[in-house]
C-alpha cells in the first residue's frame, strides 16, 4: 500500500515475491493466505533494511510482526481445537451406540424375566424396573394403560 500512497517506488515488490509491474494487492481472504503473505512481508522488509533502504513506516515492521505473530498463535489454537473438537465428537458417537448397545440389552433382559406373565402384568413389573413404553396412537385404542403404576423417575 505504500506504493499506491506514492512513499515507495514500484521496485519494491520484488523484496515481497511480487512482480515490479504488479498494481494488485495479493488477496487476504484466507487464512493460508495471511500466513504465506504475513512471511512475505516480515523477510522482505527485513531484506530491504539490510539493503539500505527505509523502513516503512505506517505500520512498523515491529507492530507488523506482533500482530502476525498473535494471529498465528489464534489460528494455530483454533486449528488444534477444531481438531480435538472433531476427535471428541467422534468419540461421543461410538460412546452412544454402547450406551444404546447397554439399554437395549437391559431392555431385553428385564423383559425376558417377565415373559411368563400376562401382557398388562408384565409391562407393570418392567415399569417398577425402569422400562417406559411410549404407545402409538393406534396402540392406546387396543391396549389399557395401568394407572396405578407410578412411573420412576428419570433424574
Known sequence: MSIQR???SASI????GMSEH???LPSLTTEESVLTWGEKIIAGEQERIKKGHSPITNPTIAIV???FEQFKDAYYSQKT??????RYVNELS???KTADDVISLV????EATFHNLPEEMKREKCIEYGLVYVY?????????IPMNVAMPALF
Do not use: A, C, P
Request: overall charge positive; proline content about 0%; aromatic content about 8%.
Open 6 to 8: 506514492g512513499e515507495q
Open 13 to 16: 515488490h520484488s523484496f515481497y
Open 22 to 24: 504488479d498494481t494488485r
Open 65 to 67: 510482526k506482533v500482530r
Open 81 to 86: 481445537m477444531k481438531k480435538s473438537t472433531t
Open 94 to 96: 461410538e460412546l452412544r
Open 107 to 110: 431392555w431385553d433382559e428385564v
Open 136 to 144: 402409538r396412537k393406534n396402540e392406546l385404542n387396543r391396549i389399557s
